[in-house]
């Protein structure tokens, strides 16, 4: 998710009384869609793993997603950029990063979170609504915005043939942020994914843009181009270098662009038990471009890949 500079943004507060009713009826409803996914969720997977288990106690949802991985490629999500793999996990990232006002912003959670796919090659995906500390006392700390995914899978084959996966994604939010924490409007991001490995080297990549569903004169549509290079040194650990780049089309940063470059490093999967993995990230976004709405931006991320026991 694309994060706009403040001047960009104003409190509930500076909205007119209507204004400000449909704003409260949005966040309403992000609020209640985000509860009713979760326990939607949680009531199919642990119905899942009661009553539909496989011989070797595995349950037959991750038994699904095993057999989709065996058909993609096998390497880690990068830090930014997002995979065209499909995975059922649950994700949590935490950010440092120092805005243009030099005073840092934490933000704790993202666009991921609970990632499953239900069905063949379609993954859904629950993201953990971001808490935002601006360590400033004239901002108030708050939640951003209520986010969904939705990936298909329209290609992809194995290491063993020609390693390689070609996804399409939209992303959806829902203005449901407190006080300066979200955007203005609800937004839509169609996003076209592609990687493809050579043996212990692989490269992802990314487009899509950010189509909000009003006040588009405020925020206008920024465009991201994502590509991840990334290694794998033995069993477990994959140091990468991303280049993420945005571009801005409408709104105050109307025709500017910024580009990053980000050093990461993972370590996983780590077993946990027969059915689930531990996999760590750290990594750091440095600015390249002289125009830069942050920069410096901290990155950690804790996954928890699962998927059915295999037999050896």
Do not use: C
């Not at 140091?239 to 980000?262: M, R």
Request: proline fraction near 6%.
């Amino acid at each position: 998710m694309t994060i706009y500079p403040k001047s960009i943004t104003r409190p509930l507060e500076a909205l007119g009384a209507a204004s400000a009713y449909g704003a409260l009826r949005l966040r309403l409803l992000g609020v209640g869609m985000l509860r009713l996914s979760l326990r939607i969720l949680m009531i199919g997977l642990v119905a899942g793993s009661a009553a539909f288990a496989q011989d070797d106690g595995s349950p037959r949802w991750l038994e699904r997603a095993s057999i989709t991985r065996a058909k993609q490629p096998d390497w880690v999500t990068p830090l930014i950029t997002a995979s065209a793999n499909l995975e059922e996990a649950v994700i949590y990232d935490i950010s440092r990063k120092i805005p243009t006002n030099g005073i840092p912003v934490v933000t704790a959670g993202s666009n991921r979170g609970i990632q499953f796919v239900p069905v063949g090659a379609l993954q859904l995906t629950v993201a953990t609504s971001p808490y935002e500390f601006h360590n400033n006392t004239r901002v108030k700390n708050g939640l951003g915005d209520t986010q969904f995914g939705f990936k298909y899978r329209l290609a992809s084959s194995n290491i063993e043939h020609k390693d390689f996966a070609i996804s399409i994604a939209t992303g959806v939010s829902v203005p449901t942020g407190s006080y300066q924490n979200g955007q203005h409007s609800g937004t839509l991001t169609p996003t076209v994914l592609g990687e493809k490995g050579w043996g212990p080297f692989n490269v992802q990549s990314t487009i899509g843009i950010q189509i909000p569903v009003g006040d588009t004169y405020l925020t206008g549509q920024p465009y991201t181009f994502n590509t991840a290079f990334q290694y794998r040194l033995g069993k477990m650990l994959w140091p990468e270098i991303e280049v993420n780049a945005t571009g801005f089309k409408g709104g105050p940063s109307d025709g500017k662009k910024q580009t990053f470059l980000t050093p990461g490093l993972f370590v996983g999967r780590i077993p946990v038990n027969r059915n689930m993995g531990l996999t760590f990230g750290v990594g750091m976004q440095i600015a390249a471009t002289r125009y830069h709405t942050y920069n410096h931006n901290l990155l950690f991320s804790v996954r928890l890949p699962l998927e059915a026991r295999r037999e050896r």
